[in-house]
């Protein structure tokens, strides 16, 4: 078989999504958005959920490859499902995380998923561990990944405060996937949200016309050189951008 029909083996995979997860006192805030990419250029899926229900009390967020992240999400489930039912209780959050870091470190050669595992238990109330892509474990105040937390490191920094309030921590979540959405080509849709805390779990999802609008000032280089300001609010910034990226720019000689 010639090489070029073996192109493909080789060729690089872009994947991308925006997941967190904030601990508040008395629960958690995981979320995510719900667009599904194939190479970064086609979208298979605006409304796939990755926010995924592991336990009665403890979620996790998925990132990477889709198939290898449902394939250990899976996996997890049955495991800390049996685990539980050896013990005769509820499994802890942390017990979750480690089976994930498990199935991801075992098979880190063969696997492109990383996860961020949030949740309550009875031993040690709301925690956020986040699981690497070779397996390790990190339990954090906040966390975010994907390929759209790139772009709010700094937003995160700026915004996140210890002691916030739930309906604090729902905001500061909505908004930073807004934003990472805004600026991330592979990132977008609707934002999945779900509420952990010791009565039980509680979903959400913000349809992408009620998200938060925020405004932004661009230099748009005309055919004359003159730059003309321009200001896009919320998701017209994607559809505006587009549109100028086509635009032939012409120089005057």
Known sequence: ???????????????????????YDGGVVIGSDSRASMGGEYVSSRVI??????HDKIFCCMSGSLADAQAVTNAAIHKLNFHSMQMGEPPLVQSAASIMREFCYKHRDELSAGFIVAGWDRKRGPQVFEVSLGGMVVEQEFTIGGSGSTYIYGYMDAKFKPGMTREQCLT???NAITLAMDRDNVSGGVVHLAVVTESGAERQLIPGNKLPVFSRVLLVNEYLGIQVRVVVRGNAFESFWRAQSTRRVVRRV
């Not at 078989?1 to 601990?23: E, L």
């Not at 959920?49 to 592991?54: A, D, E, S, T, W």
């Open 49 to 54: 959920n990755k926010v995924v229900q592991v």
């Open 172 to 174: 500061f979540t909505t």
């Open 1 to 23: 078989m010639s090489s070029h029909n073996n192109g493909w083996r080789s060729a690089a995979v872009s994947t991308g999504t925006t997941i967190i997860a904030v601990r």
